[in-house]
């Protein structure tokens, strides 16, 4: 299944019945290899149509979990801390949109310190709030070396 054909899915089982906002993002643990290139989506419904969402990305790590590390915005060019800026700026991490509703956060080189709960957040476009407004998903990683295994051949 196609990742359009499972967001329209998600949004189609998230929107019934329900006039709130719901965000949703791929569920974890995503485990990836320093080095690689991971992508998390994030879809948002149930809220007044017509309107284009922004979609900020942000990350917690797992060592001092009530601290927000922005990462990525796509309304504020400024809006990652220092720790991510430079990344961000030379497009390492970028926001993909894939439609007014949903996005994908591209991380093109999976670094040891990505590590953590990463959070896509959506800001109220409603003028009420009533629903959720950001979900949350795992990413962990592991070293090249792990993946490597070693065998033995015997004649």
Known sequence: MGI?????????????????????VQSGPL????????TIWCNVTGYKEGVEQDFE?????TSVPDREIRIVSTAQSNYAYAVYAQRV????IYVERLSQDSALL???????????????Y???????????????????????RNDVRTHTHTH
């Not at 499972?6 to 929107?15: D, H, K, Q, T």
């Not at 591209?106 to 896509?120: P, S």
């Not at 959506?122 to 070293?143: E, F, H, I, M, V």
């Open 106 to 120: 591209h991380i093109t080189k999976v670094q040891t310190r990505d590590q953590g709960l990463f959070e896509c």
């Open 31 to 38: 485990v990836r290899t320093e080095g690689s290139h991971v």
């Open 57 to 61: 990305w942000s990350m917690y790590l």
């Open 89 to 92: 700026n030379s497009k390492e």
């Open 4 to 24: 359009r054909t499972l967001l329209i899915a998600c949004s189609v089982l998230a929107g019934v019945g329900l006039a709130q906002r719901v965000v949703t």
């Open 122 to 144: 959506t800001p109220n476009t409603d003028g009420q709030y009533l629903g959720s407004y950001s979900a949350r998903t795992n990413l962990t990683g592991k070293t090249a």
